[in-house]
Structure formats: structure tokens, C-alpha cells
Nanobody, 117 residues
Framework: EVQLVESGGALVQAGGSLRLSCAASGFSFRTYTMSWHRQGPGKERELVATIAAAVPGQLRHGNPVSGRLTISRENARNMLFLQMNSLKPEDTAEYYC?????????WGQGTQVTVHA
């Protein structure tokens, strides 16, 4: 059974940082592209960042998103991360990690990030 469990969300002040984690199990993590998505209040869910599969054991870093959000993965531990710096109130959202294993897309339960001014 595919399981994705996010953690690390919190209430933070604008300008602060958070590191979100996603623990994956039930599939060959190192084989699949992983992604972070978010859904803000009253908004549709949107893609934040993706990172391709990599050589086992290596830590891969995806390109920073707008210079503030960086996705990375640690295949040896089946972990996905999202480092978020210089947080803004508009980053407030539920954050989800996800994997597409055709024909389905799987989601975690989400972790809430709230940024106050």
C-alpha cells in the first residue's frame, strides 16, 4: 500500500523558514518522480515543485522555486523534503507530497503551513 506522510507544517512569522518532510512507503521510492503541491484557502491545488528519481543513496536537489522553495529527496531513507525560506503570508496553504504511479496519483494527508505577517 502506497503511503505518504507529511510533517513539519507550523504557524510561522513572515520571513521565517520551515522544512517540510514526507515519508514514503509501499512503493519503490527511488524509481519515481516526486512532487510537492499546495492548496491555499479558497484556491485550487497547485504544483509547487517536482524532483526526478536519482541514483540510490544520493541526495538530489531540485531547482529552487522562485528562489525560496527548494525540493530535495533522500532515496536511502525514502524521504522527500521541501525547504521554504523567506516565507510570505501568501505561502499559507495545506502542503501535500505526491507520486504518480500510473494509472493513479497518490497523495499524503497534508501538512498545514500558516504564515502571519
Amino acid at each position: 500500500e502506497v503511503q505518504l506522510v507529511e510533517s513539519g507544517g507550523a504557524l510561522v512569522q513572515a520571513g521565517g523558514s520551515l522544512r517540510l518532510s514526507c515519508a514514503a512507503s509501499g512503493f519503490s521510492f527511488r524509481t519515481y518522480t516526486m512532487s510537492w503541491h499546495r492548496q491555499g484557502p479558497g484556491k485550487e491545488r497547485e504544483l509547487v515543485a517536482t524532483i526526478a528519481a536519482a541514483v540510490p543513496g544520493q541526495l538530489r536537489h531540485g531547482n529552487p522555486v522562485s528562489g525560496r522553495l527548494t525540493i530535495s529527496r533522500e532515496n536511502a531513507r525514502n524521504m522527500l523534503f521541501l525547504q521554504m525560506n523567506s516565507l510570505k503570508p501568501e505561502d499559507t496553504a495545506e502542503y501535500y507530497c505526491s507520486v504518480r504511479i500510473p494509472p493513479a496519483r497518490f497523495w499524503g494527508q497534508g501538512t498545514q503551513v500558516t504564515v502571519h505577517a
